[in-house]
């Protein structure tokens, strides 16, 4: 039938383009920040929005469970901790196109977190 399509396909995938992008730009950044910076706030902003992404991620791969916190591993690792949260959300809103609202609050929270640490 033309218009239809089988479960599964592109056309039920929620486009996470914009949020793999906005993850990897802002992690980049984290990454190549002096130390002073990361330790003049800029790390707990970054981990903050690392704990939200990965939360938003866990509670669409497990309704139910209480999401396991990220730990404050030093300033070093949250460009790598913003990088691997962001990308677990993405993965997880693909299969779910009716989650766009949570695909937007991120990237609102994403550009948050990169006016308020100045990257």
């Known amino acids: ?3 239809t399509h ?6 039920d ?12 730009r802002l992690a980049s950044r984290f990454r190549a920040l002096p130390q002073s910076r990361l330790r003049g706030g800029a790390a ?4 903050e929005l690392a704990r939200w992404l990965a939360a938003e991620a866990q509670r ?6 209480e999401p396991a916190l990220i730990p404050d591993d ?5 460009g790598d ?21 949570v ?10 977190a990169a006016r308020r640490s100045g990257v």
């Open 60 to 65: 669409l791969e497990f309704p139910g469970r």
């Open 13 to 24: 995938m929620l486009d996470c383009t914009p949020l793999r992008s906005a993850v990897d």
């Open 6 to 11: 089988a479960p599964g396909t592109l056309a």
């Open 103 to 112: 695909l937007e609050a991120a990237l609102v929270r994403i550009d948050g």
């Open 81 to 101: 901790q913003i990088a691997v949260a962001g990308n677990d959300l993405a993965l997880a809103l693909e299969q779910r196109p009716e989650c766009g609202e």
């Open 74 to 78: 030093g300033a070093f690792t949250v």
């Open 44 to 47: 707990e902003t970054g981990l």
């Open 1 to 3: 039938m033309a218009g």
